[in-house]
């Protein structure tokens, strides 16, 4: 079982009673809070829980031994999940995300935490080229926390996403595996002279 160990949080493999409580954040929970955030733009069709854990199930590899997604696990509380899905095989292009759905955890620095561990592991475990994530104009944090790993804005389509009726950039960002190694180096460099 993989887990990765940071200063605020726990990334970790999903259990049964995990899929069941990410189903009542999607989609059983009242406020619905950070579906404002995390694609609002996409129509999202309702699932029974057997369907969800079915499709969790079926679809929880991106490589052999590395799951698509993680559990964001805070003092042994679920809010949220790191994820990826392939964007094409053939370039060894995935496409990343994060979200927190307890929102009791917005802003304390937990997703860019989590953000981070997840990307470090991606690269690290496997032979992955690139990272990308997408995003909206209006999710300043979420492009912060990909600013923070060393993401580059390297798209912009202009007014592509609706959100509440008004108008939103599409953005794209993504660090290729050699930014990724360049930026450890540079990290490890600092660690050494403090020391």
Sequence with gaps: MIEIIGDK???????????????????????????KWNGPYIPEPMQTKEQYRE???????IFHNVPNSLIIDVKGRLIGLVSSYWVD????????????????FWNGGYG?????????FLFESTGIHRLG????????????????????????????RIVDGEYFDAIKMGILREEWDQRKKCNEREEVQKI
């Design 133 to 160: 994530m997408s995003t909206w104009s209006g999710n300043i944090r979420m492009m912060k926390a990909a600013e923070k790993i060393g993401m580059q804005e390297e798209a912009r389509i202009r007014n592509a």
């Design 112 to 120: 860019s935490e989590a953000y981070k561990l997840w990307i470090h």
């Design 55 to 61: 499709l969790w199930l079926q679809n929880n590899e």
């Design 9 to 35: 949080i726990i990334l970790r493999e999903a259990t049964k009673e995990d899929i069941d409580e990410l189903y009542y954040w999607k989609y059983e929970e009242k406020e619905q809070a950070a579906k």
């Design 89 to 104: 095989k053939n370039t060894n292009w995935l496409e990343t995300g994060i979200v927190i759905y307890d929102k009791d």
